[in-house]
């Protein structure tokens, strides 16, 4: 079974920090390339972060410079660090696997971010 489960979410501050994780299980995990997506109230899901198997990251424009992504291979967990975190970044934050070679794609239940004063 393929689980990917997300962590670390809250209600945060503007300014402040969150890291999340997604703790990944059922796959070979050093295969995957892992991203974060972010869907807010009434928006389409986009595309947050990404990092390849050989570590290798990507970033929205609307993130850089304040987040950022890492996986740990031995724990098989992906991480988003989240900081100077803006009212904008309030979504639900989902995890997501994929291996194109094997044409396999998963993703975690998300987890809530809510930045807020």
């Known amino acids: 079974q393929v689980q990917l489960v997300e962590s670390g979410g809250g209600l945060v501050q503007p300014g402040g920090s969150l890291r999340l994780s997604c703790a990944a299980s059922?796959?070979?995990?050093?295969?995957?390339?892992m991203r974060w997506y972010r869907q807010a109230p009434g928006k389409e899901r986009e595309l947050v972060a990404d990092i390849t198997s050989g570590g290798s990251t990507k970033y929205a424009d609307s993130v850089k410079g304040r987040f950022t992504i890492s996986r740990d291979n031995v724990k098989t967990t992906v991480y988003l660090q989240m900081n100077s975190l803006k009212p904008e970044d309030t979504a639900d934050y989902y995890c997501?696997?994929?291996?194109?070679?094997?044409?396999?794609?998963?993703w975690g239940q998300g987890t809530q971010v809510t930045v807020s004063s």
């Open positions: 997501n696997a994929r291996n194109d070679a094997w044409g396999n794609d998963y």
């Open positions: 059922g796959i070979i995990f050093s295969w995957y390339t």
